[in-house]
């Protein structure tokens, strides 16, 4: 079945340590994204990704990166600059150039710094 | 700016009542709007979407909303919630503008009282 996997579903970081989050689809998906989610303010873009090899900040992309050396793969890494990591993390896929489609979303990384 | 709002934070029902989640957006031209649901610890699922055509929009799990253009608003609604509806649920607009980006509002929880 086609979808998107992220993992893993829970992790643990120390402060200072970077962390990378993984996402694969296999939808065939141009844009691929990354939002983060915290209690009461809804999901918030951190990056996003229209093709290979190209990727744009969201809104609160400080603290993070990202790369996109394969149209399936789309890894966030939470660095030690990001200064309040905990969160959960979604990514998601849709088809670029089609505006009238809608986002499918992977079940998410919980992350937590310990 | 695009903007997504939902009012109301939290909301209780009883099983077999009628529900009605809110949703109000801002955007300049033709939106494409979503109805996501969230249960915990989950990624996000579709439950509906509008494009264009007719206003009512019929989704899963018996839900439904309408697009009404003068208030700006795409509402959802179901007309007998059960105790398994119990989840965090996510209005969004798509654009078309700069490519396709989805903007989401901070989401309602639904608690369902049997």
């Known amino acids: 079945d086609g979808g998107i996997t992220q993992s893993p579903k829970y992790l643990f970081r120390k402060e200072g340590q970077n962390v990378t989050l993984s996402c694969e689809q296999n939808?065939?998906?141009?844009?691929m994204y990354w939002y983060r989610q915290d209690p009461g303010q809804g999901l918030r873009l951190i990056y996003y990704?229209?093709?290979?090899?190209?990727?744009q900040k969201g809104d609160i992309a400080e603290g993070y990166s990202v790369s996109r050396e394969k149209k399936e793969s789309f890894p966030l890494t939470v660095t030690s600059a990001q200064k309040n990591p905990t969160a959960f993390y979604l990514c998601?896929?849709?088809?670029?150039?089609?505006?009238?489609?809608?986002?499918?979303f992977g079940q998410g990384t919980r992350l937590t710094v310990v | 700016a695009q903007s997504v709002t939902q009012p109301d934070i939290h909301i209780t029902v009883s099983e077999g009542a009628s529900l009605e989640l809110r949703c109000n957006y801002s955007?300049?031209?033709?939106?494409?709007l979503f109805w996501y649901v969230q249960s915990p610890g989950q990624g996000l699922q579709l439950l509906l979407k509008?494009?264009?055509?007719?206003?009512l929009v019929q989704g899963i799990k018996g839900f439904e909303a309408e697009f009404k253009r003068s208030q700006s608003s795409f509402n959802l609604r179901k007309p007998s919630v059960h105790w398994s509806d119990a989840a965090e649920f996510f209005c969004?607009?798509?654009?078309?503008?700069?490519?396709?980006?989805?903007?989401f509002g901070t989401g309602t929880s639904l608690t369902v009282i049997p």
């Open positions: 969004a607009v798509g654009t078309a503008n700069t490519g396709n980006q989805f903007y």
């Open positions: 955007y300049g031209a033709t939106p494409y």
């Open positions: 509008y494009f264009s055509g007719d206003t």
């Open positions: 939808l065939n998906h141009d844009a």
């Open positions: 990704s229209q093709i290979v090899n190209d990727f």
């Open positions: 998601a896929s849709s088809m670029w150039a089609k505006p009238n489609t809608e986002a499918f």
